[in-house]
């Protein structure tokens, strides 16, 4: 008898099972939380490149199309770090929905 099967205690066959579907389950929660932070990042993309059409710099330091360009993906940048961060709610909704279409009870 090695010493390793005195600290770790016998795992039978339900065990595995129940483990394998935890593991399962916890990596399905995981793909949904993602996707729903994906939607989140996508939305707030689309809110904060309206917001900055509209505002307009100073000659000198900005402006042109070079501008214009990099504006979009300054806005993707900030939308995904603020989804990171919590955002404003919409991937907490949008997950919650996809756990009840999955048949997953929401996480406590």
Do not use: C, Y
């Amino acid at each position: 008898m090695s010493s390793l099967s005195l600290i770790t205690p016998p795992v039978d066959a339900a065990t595995q099972g129940a483990t394998a579907a935890s593991a399962a389950d916890l990596a399905k929660r995981g793909q949904v939380h993602q996707t729903a932070q994906n939607f989140e990042a996508s939305f707030l993309t689309s809110m904060l490149q309206t917001m900055m059409s509209s505002v307009s710099t100073s000659p000198p330091f900005g402006g042109g199309e070079g501008e214009d360009m990099w504006k979009g993906f300054l806005a993707e940048a900030m939308a995904k770090d603020m989804a990171k961060r919590g955002g404003i709610g919409v991937s907490n909704a949008v997950e919650r929905e996809m756990l009840k279409l999955q048949g997953l009870k929401e996480a406590a």
